[in-house]
Structures are given as C-alpha cells and as structure tokens.
C-alpha cells in the first residue's frame, strides 16, 4: 500500500536546475524518512540527502553538496530535491526510498522504493 511516484526528470543543460517530487502515499511524513538515492549506468547506487521529521536533513554525498536541497512538504505528503548547477556527471536515475524515523545512508536500510525518474545532464 506504500507507495512512491518520484517526478520532475528529463533533459537539462550543465549549469541548469531541476527539481524533482517525491509523492508519498500510505504512510505519513511524521514518522517515515525520505532519501533521495541516484544510480548512474556502471556505478554503485549513491545516497544524497535524507529528511525526518521536523525537518532534520542529513546529507551524504560530498558530490552534491552547496548545490542539492531537500525539502517536505507534509501537508502534500511530497518531498523535494532541489538539484542546481546541474554537471554532465549528475546524470542518473533519481529515487526516493523511504523508512521510519531515521536516516540512514544505506540502501538496504529502505524497504519502499518509487520506481525511479531519469535525470540527465547534457549539451
């Protein structure tokens, strides 16, 4: 019944900006986490940000850094991930996972998976 859509990807020129959704339904942004996982062909699936309740966010990749965000929105049940400066080498497929109340950086941790939105990054 858990369910995630993530949305917001497609083609984006170096230097631009995305924003990507991640729609949650079945469970309540209170007590469940978010984090925003990326696998580019060839490479180990990376976590970035994580957010909890009251707005906790913990970031795990020095990659992004000073040029993602994530944000919730509770009453929309959505979190967000704020993506500038977009570089050729953010090219992945996005995902959003989701466990309850606490962060953790690895994927095995998460048991609930959206199906995943392509960014890439390109001239």
Do not use: H
Request: proline share 2%; charged share 20%; hydrophobic share 30%.
């Amino acid at each position: 019944q858990v369910q995630l859509v993530e949305s917001g990807g497609g083609l984006v020129q170096p230097g631009g900006s995305l924003r990507l959704s991640c729609a949650a339904s079945g469970l309540t942004l209170d007590y469940y986490v978010i984090t925003w996982f990326r696998q580019a062909p060839g490479k180990e699936r990376e976590g970035l940000l994580c957010i909890s309740s009251r707005d906790r966010m913990t970031g795990y990749a020095d990659s992004v850094k000073g040029r993602f965000t994530i944000s919730r929105d509770n009453a929309k049940n959505t979190v967000y991930l704020q993506m500038n400066s977009l570089k050729p080498e953010d090219t992945a497929v996005y995902y959003c996972a989701t466990r309850a109340y606490t962060c953790s950086r690895y994927g095995y941790d998460y048991g609930y998976w959206g199906q995943g939105t392509q960014v890439t990054v390109s001239s």
